[in-house]
C-alpha cells in the first residue's frame, strides 16, 4: 500500500514537492543510517565494525551537506512563497519551518568545532575508559575539561537561551529552560525526598524468586507476548536481542525493539521489552502521511525519529513499562501467564508478592540499574552537575566531590570509587549532555496517564480487563500520530491543559510506594 | 585491527589521498545501499518495503553524483598529477584510472534515458508478472519492445565494442567481444550436446532418497558445516535463509550469504551453500588494503563488490559448488558426516548412489532448477535471444518461438506454455541483460581448477584428505586477493596463461558423466 504524502503532486504545487523532495532524501539517509546502526548491534560479525563506522559518518554528513545545500535553500524559499497563502496553522507551514530553522541551526555551528569535537570524542572515549578500570577520575579529567571547553564554544555559537545548557539541550528536548527545570526538580525532590527516607526504614518485600534461574529463550518468549498484548505491532516490527537494549525506527512501518536478558534476573528482559515496546508504539504511531517528511526526521539531531523530544518520547517508554506494567490491574491479568511461562521458577510466589517485588526500591550507585523511584534522582543529580560544568560554575578537578555530595544528599549512600560514581556513565566523553529528558519523561507520562483516565473511563476499565486498546488509541489521538509536528509542550498543553506538571508524577508514586511498602 | 590502506597520508600525497577519501565516501553509500538490501531480504518486517526502495534509490543516485560532481573531477585531475611520476603498473594509476572510466560512462548515459527506464522498469515488471500468471507473452510484449530500444539508446550512447550488446555487456562482463563468445559457445555446443543425448538414452541413477523429509535445522546445520570446512569464514561473515539465495559483501570483512531450503528437497540447501559460500570466499580474500578502494568498488555498475567481474565471480562459485563439491573425492571424504546428519534419510544409501544422485542430469523447463549439465543451454539460448533481440534481427512478436525452437535444438524438449518458457525469468523486465556470465564462470573454473592442480600436487592431495586450504591459498593468489584491479581476462592469462578456453570444461564434464551414466 503506497501511502499519502504530504507534498505529493497534485496536492500543493511544485516548489513545495520539490522540498519534499530534498527532505525526503534526508530522510533516506538517516533511515539508512539507523539501519546500519542497528545491524551493526545485532547482526553484523564483529569484523565488520572496521568499516561500518565510517559508512554511517559518510551517510549523516551527507544528509546534514543536503539540508544546508543551496538546492535545499533555493527549494525552502520557492516553497515558502507558494505556499505563503496557506491558512495559518496548514501542517505545510510547520514543514517548511522545520526546515528553515534546521538549516539556520547547523549554519550556526562551525565545521571545525564538529571537527575537533569528533576527534576529542574518539581520544576521550579510550582515556574515559581507561579511567574508569583504573576507577581513577584523574585520568579522565584533562579531557572531560577540553571536551567541556568545546561545548562551550558550541553553546556560543548556537545561541538559544539565556544559558549555555539551554542551547546544548535545543538538539534534545527544545525549549527546556533551566528555571523552569530549576523548579520541577525542586518540587520533584522534595516531594520524593521523603519517600526514599521512609522506604529506607520500611521492610523490604521478598524478592528472591527474581533472581532464580529463568531460561533465555523462555524469558524472551514471554517479554515479546507481554509487547504485544500492550500493542507493539510485529507486522510492522522487529523484536530482538543485544548486550545494550534500543528501540529504533526507521519509518512507522519498520520499528525494531531489543532488549537484554540476564538468566538470573528476570525483571531485565520484561520491562526491558515493555519500555521499548512503548517507544515502539509512539513510532508506529505516527500519521503515515509524515512517512519521510520533515515532521518525521529530527533535522536538527540529524536523526530520522517521529517522536518529537527525548523526554516525549521517554513518556511513552515509562507509561508503558511503569504506570502499566507495574501496576496492580496488569498483573491481576497477566500473573496467570507468567505462572504458565516461569511454572518452577514461581510456583511458591503470589501475585501480590510478585507485584511488590517488581516494584522494590533501593537506593544504589548505579543509574542503569536503579528502580523506578531512585531513577530519577540520578538524573537529577547528573543535570545539576552538567548545568554547573556547562557555565564553569564546577571545576572539573571538583567533579569526584560534588557527585559524591549529591548521591550522598539524594540516595542517602556513599560512593565507593568514582568508577561506580562519577566514572559510571560514558555520555560526556562524546560530550553528550542531556539526561534530564529521562525524568522530564516520567512527569509527562504520569500527566497523561493521568488526563486520559480522567477523560475517557473507558481506558481505566480495559486496563481493569487487558484491554489496552483504549489506552493506545488516546495516546495516538494525543500524542503519537502528530510525529514532529508540535512541541512537545504544545503536546502536552494541548492533551491535558497544561506544561509539565510533577503532582501526578508525585500522587503516583507516593500511592504506589505507600501501597508496597504499607507506608 | 585498523587496516593500512593505499591512499592514506604519508604513502602518497594529498592529492591522492583526497580522491581515496571521495571513492570511500562512493563506497561507504553502495556499501549502505548493500546492507539495506540484504536486510529488507532477511529481516524486514514486510510493512517496511513502504520506504525501502526509496532509501536504496538514494543511496544508488549520492553515489552516482559524488563520482560525477566536480569535487571528485579535481580530486581525480589533482591526483592524476601527483602521480604521474610513478611507475607504470602501480597500483595507483589503477586506482585513478578505474575512476576516470567510470566517471565516462556514467557521463556518456543521459540522465533522461536512466530515468525512463527506471520508470518503465516499474510498469513492465507488473505486465511481466500478470504475463506470467496468464501464461500470455502477448501481454508483457509491448512493454519489452519499449525496454530493448531504452536499451539500444543506452547502447548507443555508452558506445564500447563493434554490437550494441558488448556496449550493454560492458557493466557485467567488461571486455566481453561477441565474436569471441561465438567460438566459445560453438565449442561448447559441439562438445556437449552429444553428452545430453547420451543421457538421454542412458539409465537414470537412483536419486528417490533426495526427495525424502529432511528437517530444514537439520539441513541448514549441515550445510553451514560444509560452507565453512571449504573455507567460509564466519568470523567474518553471516548466513541466513532467505526465499531467493545470495550473497552480499559489505566488505572482505562482512559478507553474508543466505540459501533457500526445501524440506522434500535435499540437494537445494547444500549446493547453494557452498555455490554462495564460493562467492563469499572471493570477497574475503580480497587485499586488505584494497578496502573503501575502487578496487573493491564496482564504480561503473554502481555496486560495492571485491570481484572483478560477474562471470569470475561466478568461476568461484561453480567451483567450489560444482568442481569440488559434487566430486568424489568430496564425498569420499564426507558421506560419513552427511550420514551422521540424516541417519533415517540416507539409511539405505551407498556413497556411490548419492555421487551419482547428486550429478544426475536431465533437460529442463526452468533455468533455475537446471541441473550442471543442461544449465549452460538455459545460458546460451537466452544469449543468442538477447544479442538478436538488441541488434534488432529479432523483433518481440516471434520471441516465443525463438525461445521455443531453441529449447528444441538444444535440450530436445518442448516447451509447454510462455510462463515454462520465455516468461519465466524476470530479468528482461527490467532492462537487464548478460546472462553469459553464468557460462563464463562455469568455463573459467574449470580451467582455474585444471592449472591449479597441475601446479601444484599438494591441492589434489589437500581435496583427497578433505584439507581445502592448498585449494583456497592458490586461489587467493592467482584470483581474490586482486580485487578489480585485473581484468577478468588479465587474471585469468596470468593465472593460466590463456583467455578462456573450453577444453578444461568440456573434458571435466565427459569424464564426470561418463562415469556417472557409464557412457
Redesign the interface.
Known sequence: ???RQYGEKGQTGMAYAQLMDVT??IN??L???N??NW?SRT??????A???G??V???SV?ARDLLCSDETRRALESAEAEISGLPEGDVRHTMAQHVREAIEYHERIPTSVLRRKEELAGVAHDLWADARAASDFSIFAPALEKMIEINREMAAAIGIGSHPYESLLHKLEPGTRIEDLDVLFGRLRDGMLPLVRAIGEAEQPRSDFLYRHYPAKDQLAFALKMAKRIGFD?????YDTTVHPFEVS??R??VRITTRVSENYMPMCLFGALHEAGHAMYEQGVDPAY??TPLATDLIGLYAVGGVSYGAHESQSRLWENQVGRSREFWANHFGEARDAFGDQLADVSEDEFFRAINRSMPSLIRVEADELTYDFHIMLRTDIERQMTDGSLAVKDLPEAWNAKVKEYLCIDVTDDANGVLQDVHWSGGQVGFCNYTIGNVMAAQLFDTARAENPAIQQGLDKADYKPLQNWLNEKVCQHGRRYSRDELLINATGRALDPEPYLTYLTGKYSEVYGL
Chains 1, 2 share one sequence.
Open positions: 500500500m503506497k501511502t525526503g532524501r533516506d539517509f533511515n539508512a543510517a539501519i546500519l545491524d547482526m553484523m560479525p564483529r569484523a565488520g572496521e568499516t561500518r565510517q559508512q559518518a559518510t551517510l551527507a510485529t507486522d510492522r516490527g522487529r526507521f519509518t512501518n519498520d512517512t519521510r
